[in-house]
Nanobody
Framework: QVQLVESGGGLVQAGGSLRLSCAAS????????MGWFRQAPGKEREFVAT????????NYADSVKDRFTISRDSAKTTLYLQMNSLKPEDTAVYYC????????????????????WGQGTQVTVSS
């Protein structure tokens, strides 16, 4: 069983930076594709970024490309999301996710492709 716990959220001014962490425990973390999603008030949860289990290549939503970076530590026990140049529209609850599902997709960018989720961490960007 995989358990995911996010941290690092908070209040930041527009243009600032935050780094989110997702600590994984349970089954071998490095075997899974991992991702970050977010849900703003009154909106559906949306894809932010993902990292493949093999090779570590990454994919991002257009809205965060060139501002956010997803990564894993060398021991592959923690997933990160470095967020720079934050905008008020980045305000949301951010969730990390892991998948044990097999898929023909090269990148896992949809909620239905993930079966483990953290509890979320709030990010608020003030203007």
């Amino acid at each position: 069983q995989v358990q995911l716990v996010e941290s690092g959220g908070g209040l930041v001014q527009a243009g600032g930076s935050l780094r989110l962490s997702c600590a994984a425990s349970g089954r071998t973390f490095s075997q899974y594709p991992m991702g970050w999603f977010r849900q703003a008030p009154g909106k559906e949860r949306e894809f932010v970024a993902t990292i493949r289990r093999i090779g570590g290549s990454t994919n991002y939503a257009d809205s965060v490309k060139d501002r956010f970076t997803i990564s894993r530590d060398s021991a592959k026990t923690t997933l990160y999301l470095q967020m720079n140049s934050l905008k008020p529209e980045d305000t949301a609850v951010y969730y990390c996710a892991a998948s044990t599902y097999a898929s023909t997709s090269y990148y896992y960018t949809e909620e239905r492709q993930y079966n483990y989720w953290g509890q979320g961490t709030q990010v608020t960007v003030s203007s």
